[in-house]
């Protein structure tokens, strides 16, 4: 149980769990996507939104692990609509196939829960050759939503309903390279540094959101982009490549950090909220606006990275 935290402008702080920010909001005749949906935050998020209505596809990896959090799910909720639907977005090649079969099925899409993630990982490189943080963190998604962004605008013509685009960001991005991304050392091995390397990523996710908002702003969409921070959480797996910091994050979890249910809040607020009708470009923290690094908000950096994404993601 998260034990410090003031309550925002929003009427929700740190200590708000995801059930409390979604109260009385229903969800139905919505349809969205969670990737990394087979566990902590993903699977939280999951339940609270299929709670309140909304049919959710889960994008996930492991689909054995997937379909056991939907039984447990479908038990609480027998009513809940939910689908398993496998995503590797280390693999564009998976991304590509996802989003493909996902238009083929000619479901709607209301909502991109943009959700799951690595941390810290040591260097490693996807299967594109890209360094393994960026490449799951940022690219994936990137690519992940500029394949499902016409399906979402069609579902915003058609259901009259406003698209949100939501990013998992972190306070990590304030711990980052100095020039924020390292477009031309993005896999360089020699100068890694892994905790500044996953700063990248998640810096990488703001930058993202508010690029993509500019130009759907731009462009007239009734569809938002943000990003946010969930909280320091200890029960995800985000640590599973650090197992003594995991073990101790564990101990004093108890404590000082939150529990699932507050970490999923922020993203579950951003998604169904109507306080966050036509917010579009902004960081969260705790249920509201906060204020991200100079880096998160240069649009000269997210215009670079827009770039530099689309030219690491177009099919040579």
């Given at each position: 149980?998260w034990?410090?935290?003031?309550?925002?402008p929003?009427?929700?702080?740190?200590?708000?769990?995801?059930?409390e920010?979604?109260?009385?909001?229903d969800g139905?005749?919505?349809t969205?996507?969670?990737?990394?949906a087979?566990?902590?935050l993903?699977?939280?998020?999951t339940?609270?939104l299929?709670?309140?209505g909304v049919?959710?596809?889960?994008?996930?990896?492991?689909?054995?692990?997937?379909?056991?959090?939907?039984?447990?799910?479908?038990?609480?909720?027998?009513?809940?609509?939910?689908?398993?639907?496998?995503?590797?977005?280390?693999?564009?090649?998976?991304?590509?196939?996802?989003?493909?079969?996902?238009?083929?099925s000619g479901?709607?899409?209301?909502?991109?829960?943009?959700?799951?993630?690595?941390?810290?990982?040591?260097?490693?490189?996807?299967?594109?050759?890209?360094?393994?943080?960026?490449?799951?963190?940022?690219?994936?998604?990137?690519?992940?939503?500029?394949?499902?962004?016409?399906?979402?605008?069609?579902?915003?013509?058609?259901?009259?309903?406003?698209?949100?685009?939501?990013?998992?960001?972190?306070?990590?991005?304030?711990?980052?390279?100095?020039?924020?991304?390292?477009f031309?050392?993005?896999?360089?091995?020699?100068?890694y540094?892994?905790i500044?390397?996953?700063?990248?990523?998640?810096l990488?996710?703001i930058?993202?959101a508010?690029?993509?908002?500019?130009?759907?702003?731009?462009?007239?969409?009734?569809?938002?982009?943000?990003?946010?921070?969930?909280?320091?959480?200890?029960?995800?797996?985000?640590?599973?490549?650090?197992?003594?910091?995991?073990?101790?994050?564990?101990?004093?979890?108890?404590?000082?950090?939150?529990?699932?249910?507050?970490?999923?809040?922020?993203q579950?607020?951003?998604?169904l909220?109507?306080?966050?009708?036509?917010?579009?470009?902004?960081?969260?923290?705790?249920?509201?606006?906060?204020?991200?690094?100079?880096?998160?908000?240069?649009?000269?950096?997210?215009?670079?990275?827009?770039?530099?994404?689309?030219?690491?993601?177009?099919?040579?």
């Amino acid at each position: 149980m998260w034990i410090f935290g003031w309550t925002g402008p929003s009427g929700f702080s740190a200590r708000s769990t995801a059930e409390e920010v979604t109260e009385g909001i229903d969800g139905n005749g919505l349809t969205a996507i969670v990737t990394g949906a087979s566990s902590g935050l993903g699977e939280e998020t999951t339940r609270v939104l299929a709670l309140r209505g909304v049919y959710v596809i889960m994008a996930v990896r492991n689909v054995e692990a997937g379909k056991k959090v939907k039984e447990a799910v479908l038990k609480e909720s027998p009513s809940a609509k939910i689908d398993v639907m496998e995503l590797d977005l280390s693999s564009m090649e998976s991304v590509r196939k996802f989003a493909s079969d996902y238009i083929a099925s000619g479901r709607a899409l209301n909502i991109l829960m943009n959700n799951a993630g690595v941390m810290a990982t040591p260097f490693m490189l996807s299967h594109d050759g890209i360094e393994l943080q960026f490449a799951t963190n940022h690219i994936g998604h990137f690519l992940l939503t500029n394949l499902l962004l016409e399906t979402m605008k069609k579902t915003v013509v058609e259901s009259k309903k406003e698209g949100r685009i939501v990013n998992l960001s972190s306070e990590g991005h304030r711990l980052t390279y100095g020039e924020g991304v390292r477009f031309d050392k993005i896999n360089d091995e020699s100068e890694y540094r892994t905790i500044f390397a996953y700063g990248q990523s998640k810096l990488s996710n703001i930058l993202h959101a508010k690029e993509l908002a500019r130009r759907l702003k731009e462009e007239g969409v009734e569809i938002t982009a943000n990003a946010l921070h969930p909280g320091a959480i200890a029960a995800t797996n985000l640590l599973r490549f650090h197992g003594l910091i995991n073990a101790v994050a564990t101990s004093i979890a108890t404590f000082v950090l939150k529990n699932v249910q507050q970490g999923a809040a922020t993203q579950c607020y951003v998604a169904l909220n109507p306080q966050v009708k036509g917010v579009s470009g902004e960081y969260f923290v705790d249920s509201n606006i906060a204020n991200p690094t100079n880096h998160a908000k240069d649009m000269e950096l997210a215009k670079k990275l827009w770039d530099f994404s689309m030219d690491l993601t177009t099919p040579k």
